[in-house]
Antibody, heavy 122, light 110 residues
Framework: QVQLQESGPGLVKPSQTLPLTCTVS??????????WSWVRQHPGKGLEWIGY???????YYSPSLKSRVTISADTSNNQFSLKLSSVTAADTAVYYC??????????????WGQGTLVTVSS | QTVVTQEPSFSVSPGGTVTLTCGLS?????????PSWYQQTPGQAPRTLIY???TRSSGVPDRFSGSILGNKAALTITGAQADDESDYYC??????????FGGGTKLTVL
């Protein structure tokens, strides 16, 4: 059973870059059957897809965040990361990492981390 | 940008049946959009319920079912229980590697 765990600073200053890491256990991020994604949830609001990456290094980002987002992998540590630049208070949210399963006609988010709250404030 | 629409809230009586829907601001939802549904209770991570329109995720009770109804994806709960009171989100694949969540439906069981 794969498990995902987010880690990173709980507080980031405005205009800085928000860095988060997702550590994956019970499965390899280099497995070809999966994508690795980030999703966020503003306080009291709905889920927002941020982007994801494939083991090949291909990345796909939400059009609304594309200019500020980078998702990348650290295969030696079986981790993938999110960097969101030029943050403002509007980026305060719970950030989730998730695994996206692809194959046999299905394509969906099948495993989730517990989420980590990041607050943007000076 | 296409918006994925869901009812903001819904109420069902214990033991009753409720159908939540997931539509597009323009166009129809089809199986090619890989509709999936997620349940979330306050303070918890989302839980995958349904994927590929109508396949239940492992461990999901069979009172949850998915379908396409008309031009929307639908999640039906048959025999609602108190612990089904949650937020429900649909997720659609827009193509070109892009996914969009619906705004979520807050389901009350009372």
């Amino acid at each position: 059973q794969v498990q995902l765990q987010e880690s990173g600073p709980g507080l980031v200053k405005p205009s800085q870059t928000l860095p988060l890491t997702c550590t994956v256990s019970g499965g390899s991020i280099t497995s070809g059957a999966y994508y690795w994604s980030w999703v966020r949830q503003h306080p009291g609001k709905g889920l927002e897809w941020i982007g994801y990456m494939y083991s090949s290094g291909n990345t796909y980002y939400s059009p609304s965040l594309k200019s500020r987002v980078t998702i990348s992998a650290d295969t030696s540590n079986n981790q993938f990361s999110l960097k969101l630049s030029s943050v403002t208070a509007a980026d305060t949210a719970v950030y989730y990492c998730a695994r996206v399963s692809y194959g046999s006609g299905s394509y969906f988010f099948d495993s989730w981390g517990q989420g980590t709250l990041v607050t943007v404030s000076s | 940008q296409t918006v994925v629409t869901q009812e903001p809230s819904f109420s069902v009586s214990p033991g009753g049946t409720v159908t939540l829907t997931c539509g597009l601001s323009s166009g129809s939802v089809s199986t090619r959009d890989y509709p999936s549904w997620y349940q979330q209770t306050p303070g918890q991570a989302p839980r995958t319920l349904i994927y590929g329109t109508n396949t239940r995720s492992s461990g999901v009770p069979d009172r949850f079912s998915g379908s396409i109804l008309g031009n929307k994806a639908a999640l039906t709960i048959t025999g609602a229980q108190a612990d089904d009171e949650s937020d429900y989100y649909c997720l659609l694949y827009m193509g070109s590697g892009i996914w969009v969540f619906g705004g979520g439906t807050k389901l009350t069981v009372l």
